[in-house]
């Protein structure tokens, strides 16, 4: 009963228990703050969602009854820069010339959503998931690509890692990460046991590299020693940043494979994602081992490639990226092959899903081009923000099944915090945009639980989506009344504003708007957390020091 | 055995049997004239072909006998400008704001096809899968609107059913037929024992109806009587044209429920296609209920509909033809129920696609917009011919399968030509462009025998694809040399010419056009067939008497 409780508490905002001066049970009773249009939907389905929370929670108590009391594991895959339809889909598949013939076995055993929304980039995406808030909130804007990058999470904000820890879990992180470069960022200080990733994302390991500086693939960036005439800074084009490391909470983390003096080349990137990948199935033997249910983030790098060198190319399409959907999907063949042979599989929440659109812009060698929605990776447009995804629950979520309701990345936090019985410890003191969305992952289609999604890019509110209706809104001064808004079931492409047709919700979104901004005087957006890049990892290569020494002096002449 | 060598004769061109003297004998000797470029792959693969031809000539043995040397019965169900991806996949059907539940499910019983290819319009569609040709070789060439045409399809062209009947099939025709109105091109004339359609297609049941100018949904072709000022000639906006006729082959046609002197109403449209709806199943079961091998071809006129008058709107969407898809997809649900109530599901091939790309242009009220490709009905980009399709043979064709292979829509002829074992019956003295795809659908994807086609509008070429890569043809007297060649792989929305890194493709395509064009010596393209509109129609009203004599006066005047 707990459980419905706890959900009752949230989502209808009634204080059950009464205030016993103990600082959790006060955190407990009262309910989570969520974003102003969620109270608009509670004022009308609160008591039937109630009712639908009670039959949740007896079903949950069944399955950890059945599971001997233990809570189900969780396994999160994050995919990065891979667009809607890209996977999951036989026929999709077939138009783009590849195939994913594990991953859409997985999506046959899965509930597959159609219209989630991530953040159009990869680093807000991230935050949000691990966060439950929309990613302006904590000022967590867009991916910074630059090392050392001085900034990062802030250690005050919440990770699903931390929930599950106060319960229990354990938990790990591999792969991906991309939340900074400061010490309050980093997973292993962030709710994870441990970590293997990272320090930045794929551009420097891909990009920055003397094969590409060779291949001309990035002349911008690469460290062009072939062509010095003119260059009078050496630090436009830097090297030496931290690459990977591993890191145990409470420890100072340790860089991998990282030699003094050597240049960066193609080589270490494919190691780092070789060592990911079996990492990611060794942590997850270790962890299945243990009596303790396991928390086991993924965020590959794969597909994300630039070049072709060493490769072995054998699809149709043969993109960069397209070919490393093959790489991903053996591999991920593997994991979900794994986790079975744990005998653990029926009692762990397996989540797939990418971090936003194609990253795809003027780059045909990628293998990718738009393909349902418009637009690509940064964008706000459809094609953006809505991804793939799929999550599997053998005996729970029924298997070989779809959903069209909205569903916002962040709302895993918070239903994945309610499926590990965690989600008393999601803090009260801050808007939670996240809702529990487990009455659609039990019930299916149709059982979601908004019809709303405020869209940033950056800190900018570039769109807010109500049901099929999506208004995009003009940049400040521009004039007001004629909002374009789109139906995005007649209108895929968003290219065909309402006007006269739209008139209702044309004129209900700016109220929309205001609610949602007005939220914001009572619990304001944070700013920028700043801090000493590279803080807590051992041992840093001379390079790296050289690099955080032009890092300090521009510093000190901007501040 | 018969089987087989029959496959070989048409495959690899080795004639087996010596002459006799005997026409059908003559005829059956002689390899199928197939276009220029598959000659290309028969040199290079007709070996193999032979062999896989060997292995699936018994296997139909096998079926037949396991049927008591019955062959299989085939429906062919052919949907009216749905776009690609609008129907059979549930993630796209919620990005769309529908459902089609029955034709979802009956993809999962059959082969799904991702690279079908129609014609860009509806009549030259149904004249290939009729002819199993081009139909700019029977001039066939786009769909003609106005009433009376005038023309249609040559009595000298051999269709399907033709070539079924010559092997004892009960053949029967309901829905739309959209290959002119002249005696020689109607259905009971070619081929089809009896037939239910209309005589012209749903533009003017739909559009030029009294409702129609009430609701000004189509003010430039609707009556117009209430703003008689300037108007001259009557027959701008004619009436009286015939409706739906039923026949019998061998009789004069009658026209169904059309009453002298009655204005025409979206009533009678809707009678129209319940009536289709009720007739195919009791033909079904008809049929069914015969000793004899059934061929029931059905062209439903649904989901066109351009109104939005005495409709129970039930989708998100709303659209006035995404609405008439779960009208439609219900019906499907019944029609295949009602096989199977028939016992005879096991040995029925059927056969479920649609006819040409979305006719969205300009209309946002059909709920319908680009989705996958670029273009719309009508275009030769891939929006406009590229089209779901799916083959269902229980324990002959494995279920839910896919395949990636370039089928044409002429394909069809030749292939249940073949699996009727009628195929000796297909003409020898013409170009039959549809080749035999018997092995795609026994083996699988990668078993197809093409990787060309040519794509015409009306009477020019206007694409040429091989493997993924496709020309679009310039016009006549533009540069030739930079040829833009799209790959459909990287590029689905074919919007980015490969310039350099195409060089190979942009040089080869003309020679492919070469080839095509000049097979065209030996067989020429038929010109226009004309005739008398509305021979062999019983009684006809006073109104189409007038509007044929209307019609006969602008003749005269122009020959």
């Given at each position: 009963?707990?459980?419905?409780n706890?959900?009752?508490r949230?989502?209808?905002?009634v204080?059950?228990?009464a205030s016993?001066g103990?600082?959790?049970?006060?955190?407990?009773?009262?309910?989570?703050?969520?974003?102003?249009e969620?109270?608009?939907?509670?004022?009308?389905h609160g008591?039937?969602?109630?009712?639908?929370?009670?039959?949740?929670?007896?079903?949950?108590?069944?399955?950890r009854k059945a599971?001997g009391?233990?809570r189900?594991?969780?396994l999160?895959?994050l995919i990065?820069?891979?667009g809607?339809?890209?996977?999951?889909d036989?026929?999709?598949n077939?138009?783009?010339?590849?195939?994913?013939?594990n991953?859409?076995?997985?999506?046959?055993?899965s509930?597959?959503?159609?219209r989630?929304?991530?953040e159009p980039t990869c680093?807000?995406?991230?935050?949000a998931l691990?966060?439950?808030?929309l990613?302006?909130?904590?000022?967590?804007l867009?991916?910074?690509?630059?090392p050392?990058?001085?900034t990062g999470l802030?250690?005050?904000e919440v990770?699903?890692?931390e929930?599950l820890k106060?319960?229990?879990y354990?938990?790990?992180?591999?792969?991906?990460?991309h939340?900074?470069d400061?010490a309050q960022?980093?997973?292993?200080?962030q709710?994870f046991?441990?970590?293997s990733?990272?320090?930045?994302?794929?551009?420097?390991?891909?990009f920055?590299t003397?094969?590409?500086e060779?291949?001309?693939l990035?002349?911008?960036?690469?460290?062009?020693?072939?062509?010095?005439?003119?260059?009078?800074?050496?630090?436009?084009?830097?090297a030496?940043?931290v690459?990977g490391?591993?890191?145990v909470?409470?420890?100072d983390?340790?860089e991998?494979?990282a030699?003094a003096g050597k240049p960066?080349?193609?080589?270490?990137y494919?190691?780092?994602?070789?060592?990911?990948?079996?990492?990611?199935i060794?942590?997850?033997n270790?962890?299945?081992a243990?009596?303790?249910?396991?928390f086991?983030?993924?965020?590959p790098?794969?597909p994300?490639n630039f070049?072709?060198?060493?490769?072995?190319?054998?699809t149709?399409?043969?993109?960069t990226?397209?070919e490393?959907?093959?790489?991903?999907?053996n591999?991920?063949?593997?994991l979900?092959?794994a986790?079975?042979?744990?005998?653990?599989?029926?009692n762990?929440?397996v989540?797939?899903?990418?971090?936003?659109?194609?990253?795809?812009q003027a780059m045909?060698?990628?293998?990718?081009?738009q393909?349902?929605?418009?637009?690509?990776?940064g964008?706000?447009?459809?094609?953006?923000?809505r991804v793939?995804?799929y999550?599997?629950?053998?005996d729970?979520?029924?298997a070989?099944?779809?959903?069209g309701?909205?569903?916002?990345?962040g709302?895993?936090?918070?239903?994945l915090?309610t499926?590990?019985?965690?989600?008393?410890h999601?803090?009260?003191?801050?808007?939670i945009d996240?809702?529990n969305q487990?009455?659609l992952l039990?019930?299916?289609?149709?059982y979601?639980?908004r019809d709303?999604?405020?869209?940033y890019?950056?800190?900018?509110l570039?769109?807010?989506?109500?049901?099929?209706?999506k208004?995009?809104?003009?940049?400040p001064?521009?004039p007001g009344?004629?909002?374009?808004?789109f139906d995005?079931?007649r209108?895929v492409?968003?290219t065909k504003?309402?006007?006269?047709?739209?008139?209702w919700s044309v004129?209900?979104?700016?109220d929309m708007r205001?609610?949602?901004?007005?939220?914001?005087?009572?619990?304001?957006?944070r700013g920028?957390t700043?801090?000493k890049?590279?803080e807590?990892?051992?041992?840093?290569r001379?390079?790296?020091?050289?690099l955080l020494?032009?890092y300090?002096?521009?510093?000190?002449?901007a501040e």
């Amino acid at each position: 009963m707990m459980m419905f409780n706890d959900a009752l508490r949230i989502l209808i905002g009634v204080t059950l228990l009464a205030s016993t001066g103990d600082a959790l049970a006060q955190q407990r009773s009262k309910p989570i703050q969520h974003d102003a249009e969620h109270y608009m939907l509670l004022a009308q389905h609160g008591e039937k969602w109630a009712r639908e929370d009670k039959v949740i929670g007896a079903k949950l108590a069944e399955v950890r009854k059945a599971n001997g009391g233990k809570r189900p594991n969780i396994l999160f895959v994050l995919i990065d820069d891979v667009g809607f339809g890209e996977m999951g889909d036989p026929v999709l598949n077939h138009v783009r010339g590849y195939t994913t013939p594990n991953i859409n076995a997985f999506a046959r055993e899965s509930l597959t959503f159609s219209r989630m929304y991530s953040e159009p980039t990869c680093t807000p995406t991230r935050t949000a998931l691990l966060t439950g808030r929309l990613p302006v909130r904590s000022h967590m804007l867009e991916p910074k690509i630059v090392p050392p990058e001085g900034t990062g999470l802030h250690g005050d904000e919440v990770t699903l890692a931390e929930l599950l820890k106060k319960e229990g879990y354990n938990t790990a992180h591999i792969g991906k990460w991309h939340q900074g470069d400061i010490a309050q960022a980093a997973p292993h200080n962030q709710g994870f046991d441990t970590a293997s990733y990272p320090l930045h994302n794929q551009a420097t390991f891909n990009f920055m590299t003397i094969e590409s500086e060779e291949d001309r693939l990035a002349d911008n960036v690469a460290t062009r020693k072939t062509i010095p005439n003119y260059r009078m800074d050496k630090n436009f084009r830097p090297a030496g940043w931290v690459l990977g490391v591993d890191a145990v909470a409470g420890e100072d983390a340790h860089e991998w494979g990282a030699e003094a003096g050597k240049p960066l080349d193609y080589a270490y990137y494919d190691a780092l994602n070789e060592r990911y990948k079996k990492q990611v199935i060794e942590r997850l033997n270790q962890l299945a081992a243990e009596d303790e249910p396991f928390f086991l983030n993924y965020w590959p790098q794969i597909p994300v490639n630039f070049t072709r060198r060493n490769r072995n190319f054998v699809t149709a399409n043969g993109g960069t990226w397209v070919e490393s959907m093959k790489d991903l999907d053996n591999h991920l063949g593997d994991l979900f092959a794994a986790l079975e042979a744990t005998g653990k599989a029926e009692n762990t929440v397996v989540v797939v899903m990418s971090d936003n659109g194609p990253m795809a812009q003027a780059m045909p060698e990628s293998g990718y081009s738009q393909l349902v929605f418009r637009g690509f990776k940064g964008d706000t447009t459809e094609g953006g923000i809505r991804v793939n995804a799929y999550v599997r629950w053998p005996d729970v979520i029924k298997a070989d099944t779809f959903a069209g309701d909205i569903v916002y990345c962040g709302d895993w936090y918070t239903t994945l915090a309610t499926i590990a019985q965690a989600d008393k410890h999601i803090p009260r003191d801050r808007v939670i945009d996240g809702v529990n969305q487990l009455a659609l992952l039990l019930n299916g289609d149709g059982y979601g639980r908004r019809d709303y999604h405020h869209v940033y890019e950056g800190p900018h509110l570039k769109a807010t989506i109500k049901e099929q209706f999506k208004a995009h809104w003009p940049a400040p001064g521009s004039p007001g009344f004629a909002l374009p808004v789109f139906d995005l079931y007649r209108d895929v492409k968003e290219t065909k504003p309402l006007l006269a047709t739209g008139m209702w919700s044309v004129a209900y979104f700016p109220d929309m708007r205001e609610r949602h901004m007005a939220l914001k005087k009572n619990f304001p957006d944070r700013g920028e957390t700043r801090g000493k890049p590279y803080e807590g990892i051992a041992k840093l290569r001379p390079e790296t020091k050289a690099l955080l020494k032009y890092y300090y002096s521009a510093r000190k002449a901007a501040e």
